[in-house]
């Protein structure tokens, strides 16, 4: 079992800027992928973005060039960095791993982007 406990979110205007943090119970450098999804009020959970052991990172193309993931493996904790945050990026954000075929959510924290 993978414990996910994320951090990070809260209201914030237009423009502006957040690090969300997901801490995982065990070490996450050999996780087949671990990342973020989120989950708009009234739509589907959609990929945010996720980095596998290599190192190498996916990003949806929807918050390309605005959202950036990275991890720090010795506090097991991987990072999302989303900046020129926009309305439409407000949703519940979720930690996610997926290992051995089970996937591994975390409580989810929400993401209020909003004057």
């Known amino acids: 079992q993978v414990q996910l406990v994320e951090s990070g979110g809260g209201l914030v205007q237009p423009g502006g800027s957040l690090r969300l943090s997901c801490t995982a119970s065990?070490?996450?450098?050999?996780?087949?992928?671990m990342g973020w999804h989120r989950q708009a009020p009234g739509k589907r959970r959609e990929v945010v973005g996720f980095?596998?052991?290599?190192?190498?990172?996916t990003i949806a193309e929807s918050v390309k060039g605005r959202f950036t993931i990275s991890r720090d493996n010795a506090k097991n904790t991987v990072f999302l960095q989303m900046n020129s945050l926009k309305p439409e990026d407000t949703a519940i954000y979720y930690c996610n791993v997926f290992e051995s075929g089970q996937n591994y959510w975390g409580q989810g924290t929400q993401v209020t982007v909003s004057s």
């Open positions: 065990t070490r996450i450098g050999s996780f087949e992928a």
């Open positions: 980095i596998i052991p290599s190192g190498t990172i």
